[in-house]
């Protein structure tokens, strides 16, 4: 039985539900959910609700005999169309997920249930997971379906493919009863698809035609993924947002993704920020902006390592955009001058707002920029030898894909989905555990989730195990750290804390020269040339933050501020 105060806080929570239009919710109420005793309450309010439309159990923590008695209560509703089930199952095995997801959808497909929107993000089901609601995705239930969300769920490669299957299966059964599934809004963020799972959906997008808006952003797709991607998006006309921020698009995805956008007339935001489209993506994204896209309203190509040439054919693109509200071209590292002269053409058009903060991306020093170059290299500011850049590229892009295919050998990837039988049969007591990270693995495929996992001694461990004597083993030490950088406390207080114990293990040796660790820094970013051909960094967002970072400590020279700020603010 309950505890006394569990009862009473339960009563509260449930005297503060909101009803109202159809809709029952117990949002952010923070129950906990175990046995069919802790959900009698809540079943009592789903079984007295006639007409309930929606249902919300965002953020409280549902189990399977909980799921089950709720099940039970959703049989008898027929008329429930939206199913708002977003962080429930906080704190849960992931072995509990799926038999939980098995009986809450057995039940509306029992209920005879015509879903317009399922919203199961922020579920951290994994592969699993899927498995759980694919029979609910391939019923007469979702035949209805407009909307499906499943933002940060880790899905994977896997979830993906299964997710594509059941949806592909729901519009060739709904298009036999003479109403093809219509899906309006798709929503996949932060589920490590890759390229084989954004290939498998593409092919599902290109059989469903309806789409409106599609989110898939933060899921390390490359630029075979952008292409398939884009190609399913053209026979997507009523198409308005696509948001793929931070994948990797490169030359060669941003050229298909402009291609399409072509062919799209409803288009209103487009984000590919972060996505490494560099110059001539961005120069033919523009070309579409400036063909057509009459209704766009956002246009996001922020970090993109996009130089200053392609960025004015940017700006210049948007003139007649009377719509369009916002532009942004943050983080490119175009430097002041750019920066006043994308203002200025702006102000042409009078659209010099849509740029909102615009600012050059420096480090934050203020020191005299004239400074002695390098013997043996050159300044890279400009469009100049883009060939070479272009062979490069292809080269990085064929060093990825090698990458990702020795991840899969080391069978770093996650594990084949379990079958629905062995899911529910699954009586693990622990949750699954997650491959062992060390700090050579971190260092060859580096990545946020293997930082954290390195835990707390990560800094000293990598620390221990550089020899700071070596420039050339700092340089790419420091550079696999940083390019995991993000804008989230623990991911980036794990890079500074790291980079602080490499940089001045490194600075405080006797041994180290402080001059050539800049010059090999510097040629590793691509704003120095060297004689000898060396790969560059794809995007120089994480060592940008990590130097600013680095610059304001105490270890850092104060001598060689000047040398990065003549660089970097060039």
């Keep these: ?80 169309k939206r199913c708002h ?3 429930m199952f906080t704190g849960r095995l992931r072995s509990e997920i799926p038999p939980a997801l098995i009986s809450l959808g057995d039940a509306l497909i029992a209920a005879g249930a015509q879903l317009v929107e399922l919203d199961l993000s922020d579920n951290a089901f994994g592969p699993d997971g899927v498995r759980g609601f694919e029979a609910l995705l391939k019923s007469p239930a979702c035949y209805t379906l407009q909307e ?44 490590r698809l890759e390229n084989d799972g954004a290939t498998a959906l593409a092919e599902a997008f290109g059989i469903i035609g309806t789409l409106e808006e599609v989110h898939m952003p933060q899921n390390g797709i490359n630029h075979p993924g952008i292409t398939a991607l884009a190609q399913a998006f053209a026979i997507n006309p009523l198409l308005k947002v696509i948001n793929l921020n931070d994948n990797t698009f490169t030359e060669k995805g941003a050229v298909a993704m402009a291609e399409t956008l072509k062919a799209l007339r409803q288009i209103e935001v487009i984000n590919f920020g972060d996505c490494l489209v560099r110059s001539k993506g961005a120069v033919a994204i523009a070309d579409a902006v400036k063909e057509g896209l009459h209704k766009l309203k956002e ?18 693109a948007i003139e007649d955009k009377t719509e369009l509200e916002k532009l942004d071209l943050n983080g490119n ?33 203020d020191v005299d920029l004239n400074v002695e170059h390098s013997q043996g290299c050159v300044l890279n500011f400009d469009d100049e030898g883009d060939e070479d850049d272009d062979e490069e590229e292809e080269d990085e892009e064929e060093e990825e894909e090698e990458e990702q295919q020795q991840l899969k050998e080391r069978g ?59 420039v050339e083993k700092v340089v790419a030490t420091l550079l696999r750290i940083s390019s995991v950088f993000k804008d989230e406390a623990p991911v980036k207080t794990a890079v500074h804390e790291t980079t602080d114990a490499l940089m001045k293990k490194a600075f405080s040796s006797a041994t180290f020269n402080s001059d050539a660790f800049i010059t090999n820094l510097l040629v590793h ?46």
């Design 1 to 80: 039985k309950m505890a006394s105060e569990d009862i009473t806080k339960l009563a509260e929570s449930l005297a503060k539900t909101k009803v109202g239009g159809g809709q029952l919710s117990f949002k952010g109420q923070s129950l906990k959910l175990n046995t069919a005793a802790d959900a009698e309450e809540v079943i009592k309010q789903i079984e007295e609700f006639d007409g309930l439309e929606a249902l919300r159990l965002e953020g409280n923590t549902v189990g399977v005999e909980a799921a089950k008695v709720i099940a039970k209560a959703l049989e008898k509703k027929s008329e429930l």
């Design 412 to 470: 770093v990837e996650e594990q084949e989905s379990l079958t629905p039988k062995k899911i529910i049969d699954s009586q693990a007591s622990t949750p699954v555990p997650s491959p062992p990270v060390d700090v050579a693995t971190f260092l060859a495929f580096p990545s946020p989730e293997k930082l954290l996992r390195l835990g707390p001694k990560c800094s000293v461990l990598i620390a221990q195990q550089v020899d700071t004597s070596d």
């Design 525 to 570: 970013m691509g704003l120095l040339k060297s004689e000898e051909k060396i790969k560059t960094v794809p995007s120089l967002y994480g060592i940008l933050m990590t130097l600013n970072h680095m610059v304001q400590q105490d270890y850092f020279p104060k001598s060689l501020a000047p040398v990065l700020s003549a660089f970097v603010t060039k």
């Design 333 to 365: 590292c175009l430097g002041e001058e750019v920066c006043e002269q994308l203002h200025e053409i702006l102000e042409g058009f009078n659209m010099a707002s849509v740029l909102g903060s615009l600012r050059a991306l420096s480090l934050l020093v």
């Design 148 to 191: 499906l969300k499943l933002n940060n769920c880790g899905m994977g490669i896997g979830g993906g493919k299964i997710l594509a299957a059941a949806l592909k299966e729901c519009h060739r059964k709904s298009s036999a009863q003479g109403k093809p599934l219509a899906l309006k809004i798709f929503v996949a963020g932060r589920n």
């Design 85 to 87: 089930w977003s962080d």
């Design 299 to 316: 246009l996001n190509l922020s970090f993109c390592e996009i130089k200053r040439d392609a960025a004015l054919t940017v700006a210049e």
